[in-house]
């Protein structure tokens, strides 16, 4: 039988649960990226008819004025109305499209780290030798630490969660332009999830035993290290 170098043996066997990890990270990330993205999309598709002006009302105000013109003496113009979309359309249609570009970029770089860990697994398979398959991993193990690829990785649930926060934000505003009662019971839910998110997030930096954390936790450490 072939005997296994212990050296070989450990750097092999780091690799690949170093990208089995990755593999889990990001796999069923990414179908509930797909699906708060379908979610997203249908808020942006009733939201975004608000940035342009009703075709129905505007032909209802030529109709006025044609009106108004038959019964007078004297031909006015007809008056266009020229259309502005209030801001309130504006800051939602902004929110949800920001959110729903981030949750779409979260499933592209799903998808890519996907790929990245198939193609490692055909490479590290190449070479017969144990010294050529020992060198193939050393090598792969360099590029993956070099280029920081554990950071790629971590950004996918970042992003993600700033996905949702501005969705949040635009659903309030959206509320706040229909009925204040239900924006205010939604904004005090919100606030409470905001206020758990960031016990959570800073639980770690306080207690290292923690299990608790979030994608922010690594990043308020990294910026408390420097």
């Not at 170093?18 to 797909?34: D, E, K, M, N, W």
């Not at 009703?54 to 013109?69: F, G, M, N, W």
Request: proline share 6%; with cysteine.
């Amino acid at each position: 039988s072939r005997i296994e170098l212990p050296g070989r043996c450990g750097r092999d066997s780091y690799i690949r649960t170093l990208f089995a990890t990755y593999h889990l990270s990001v796999h069923r990330p990414s179908r509930q990226t797909g699906l708060f993205s379908a979610t997203v999309s249908a808020f942006v598709i009733e939201s975004y008819k608000s940035l342009q002006a009703d075709p129905a009302e505007t032909t209802i105000t030529l109709l006025r004025q044609i009106s108004a013109q038959l019964n007078g003496s004297q031909a006015v113009p007809l008056d266009i109305p020229t259309f502005s979309p209030p801001p309130t359309s504006l800051r939602v249609n902004v929110l949800w499209v920001l959110s729903l570009s981030l949750s779409i970029g979260c499933a592209l770089m799903a998808v890519m780290v996907l790929q990245w860990t198939r193609i490692y697994s055909r490479r590290s398979q190449r070479g017969e030798q144990p010294q050529a398959r020992g060198r193939i991993h050393a090598l792969l193990s360099l590029g993956v630490q070099q280029y920081r690829m554990s950071d790629v990785v971590a950004a996918i649930p970042s992003l993600l969660h700033a996905s949702v926060f501005l969705f949040f934000a635009g659903l309030i505003e959206f509320f706040f332009n229909i009925n204040s009662t239900v924006a205010w019971i939604l904004l005090s839910f919100i606030l409470t999830l905001l206020l758990a998110y960031a016990t959570l997030t800073m639980m770690p930096l306080v207690f290292p035993k923690s299990p608790y954390t979030t994608p922010a936790s690594s990043i308020l450490w990294r910026i408390m290290s420097i």
